[in-house]
């Protein structure tokens, strides 16, 4: 029951009377019409800007539109006052029954309630697709958190998500791997060895090089290298990506796909050569020069004829090179193949989930989706920016197992699961986060995922001393839906977690809308602040304790109360992967 999206119908059919009585002119555009919480809760249930919004087109006064509709509201039983505020903003406040309705329909229909049917079709999410070549760091870990929590949240919302992971198999960087591995290899085989810079020096490598000595014994000594070096990269590269997925199940990660980039260059080029034939029956492939690089030149940058791609004319800066001066296809023509297979494989949302440093990356990508798509699909790129690791304050010294950097292993082995994803989820993506290993632990207020996490348990241990101090009661959610007076609920605090209830279903739809799943988050501290709040009143005020043995009516609609709330705890959690305990240990 989303009594945004409720009332949001019964503004436009009030807006509808007006145009039919003659006080609106006919063809307003309503699209920007909403009805969402007033910024001021003393100030209503719910807010519409549909004064504010249609006051120009409609050639009127926005104050004098507003005073109209106001009126028209207001012959809506359910609608107990509607007062126009400032230059046209409509509050309104709502009937009692209302919000009990909320409750029934958030005891009946349990976690499921507040998820929808969001129109559009398949998205596909990419998300982590770090380079296999050695452990996730905690960077990695924010990517990876951020993305699976979107594809919850959509889900949640009703679209068909694929969760995807992009190998990076082919390149450079693979070969580096492989002929770290090989000295690894050798080592495993009794010589000492140095490793020169270029090559990765962790020690994550050494069970590699004793698997491939176990396996090949030194069978491989005697190979030149265009022979060892294909094998010892193939077992590598799947060393690593069974090392990653261990570590992503760590965390409660999964992906459906997982996608090899070597797989677009096969034989005859593969779908990347089909890209380039696709674009060229659409005419947007030539041979040209580009203009040099603002900025100091690169290295690599060659005044020279080159085979481009007119990305330019679907919102990018410049046209795009496809092929390097050797004739092999450059990395832009391979990310826009991977894509193009994407939209050919049925999702007509794309979101691709990178680093901070990929911001280059985004004008480029979005126009390559819109030109192999002629339109229909659309492409968000979400940058998760840095995280900063302390402990007590104090910046967290590198691994050495990585050698280079803290791993994600190491921080879900100190503090766990759920405190990564709630903490990683408790900032937007694209703004920095100071991870701080030991508040995360803290059992306080100050740390979010044990408030919200405190806050579900509360939900049981509540239901449990009901049971203890009326023996014979029946106490669930049918039961309580089926007898539970509502209308007792009527204190401030109790009106307030009913409003936050009714809220969620709102919050998890505009959410979705926007990829922010930081959002559901925020929404979860506040709403598990409230109960806590209200236990705190209970403590000092016996008339607003939840379980009260000689009032059977309040106690039974507080139990459904905190029963709703705690069905919307444990669904946010779950969007967020985060678990419901039942109680603190």
């Not at 120009?56 to 809506?76: F, H, I, M, S, W």
């Not at 919850?152 to 450079?172: K, Q, S």
């Amino acid at each position: 029951m989303n009594i945004f999206a409720l009332f949001e119908t019964r503004v436009r059919e009030a807006l509808e009377s007006l145009t039919r009585s003659g006080r609106l002119p006919e063809g307003l555009d309503l699209s920007r019409v909403v009805v969402e919480p007033p910024r001021d809760a003393s100030h209503g249930d719910l807010a519409t800007n549909a004064a504010l919004v249609l006051a120009k087109e409609a050639k009127q006064n926005p104050k004098a539109l507003g005073e109209a509709l106001a009126e028209e509201l207001r012959t809506d039983p359910r609608i107990v006052e509607a007062s126009v505020a400032g230059p046209g903003f409509i509050n309104l406040r709502l009937a009692p029954e209302i919000f009990q309705d909320v409750i029934r329909a958030a005891l009946r229909e349990g976690e499921g309630f507040g998820r929808g049917h969001m129109p559009g079709g398949p998205v596909n999410i990419e998300y982590v697709s770090a380079n296999p070549t050695g452990p996730m760091h905690v960077g990695h870990g924010r990517g990876a958190v951020f993305g699976d929590a979107l594809a919850n949240l959509l889900a949640a919302a009703g679209r068909p998500v694929t969760r995807e992971y992009y190998i990076n198999d082919a390149g450079a960087q693979v070969d580096v791997l492989a002929r770290s591995a090989y000295l690894r290899y050798r080592e495993a085989l009794g010589e000492t060895i140095t490793i020169p810079e270029g090559l990765y020096p962790g020690d994550y490598l050494k069970p590699v090089g004793m698997s491939l000595a176990e396996t090949h014994g030194r069978a491989l000594l005697d190979q030149p290298e265009q022979e060892w070096l294909p094998q010892v990269r193939r077992f590598a590269i799947d060393a690593m990506m069974a090392m990653i997925r261990e570590d992503l199940a760590a965390i409660g990660i999964r992906h459906d796909v997982f996608f090899s980039e070597a797989t677009l260059q096969g034989e005859n080029g593969g779908k990347v050569a089909e890209l380039l034939d696709a674009l060229r029956e659409k005419g947007l492939v030539y041979e040209g020069r580009l203009p040099p690089p603002k900025g100091q030149l690169p290295d690599d940058w060659e005044d020279r004829e080159q085979t481009l791609f007119r990305s330019s004319q679907f919102g990018d800066d410049v046209d795009r090179a496809l092929l390097k001066s050797d004739g092999s296809f450059t990395y832009f023509a391979s990310d826009i193949a991977y894509h193009r297979d994407k939209w050919l494989r049925g999702a007509n949302e794309l979101i691709d989930v990178l680093g901070a440093d990929h911001g280059g990356y985004v004008k480029r990508m979005q126009a390559a989706v819109k030109a192999v798509s002629d339109g229909q699909a659309r492409l968000d790129v979400k940058l998760c920016q840095l995280v900063r690791l302390l402990r007590a304050g104090e910046p967290v010294k590198m691994s050495k197992r990585a050698g280079e950097f803290v791993t994600l292993r190491d921080v879900i082995d100190e503090v766990g699961r759920d405190a990564i994803r709630f903490m990683m989820l408790y900032r937007k993506n694209d703004a920095t986060l100071d991870f701080d290993l030991a508040k995360v632990v803290e059992q306080s207020k100050d740390n979010p995922v044990f408030y919200v996490q405190y806050g579900h348990a509360r939900r049981f241990s509540v239901l449990r001393q009901a049971r203890e101090a009326m023996p014979g009661e029946d106490f669930s959610p049918q039961a309580l839906l089926a007898d539970a007076d509502l209308s007792v609920l009527t204190d401030p605090g109790e009106i307030e977690m009913m409003r936050l209830i009714a809220q969620y279903p709102r919050v998890l739809e505009s959410a979705a809308a926007a990829h922010e799943p930081h959002r559901i988050a925020f929404y979860l501290y506040e709403t598990a602040s409230s109960l806590h709040s209200f236990w705190n009143k209970g403590k000092d005020l016996p008339q607003l304790r939840i379980v009260n043995p000689t009032d059977r009516n309040s106690t039974r609609a507080r139990l459904a109360l905190v029963e709703a709330l705690g069905g919307v705890l444990a669904s946010g959690l779950a969007v967020l992967g985060v678990s419901a305990p039942d109680e603190m240990r």
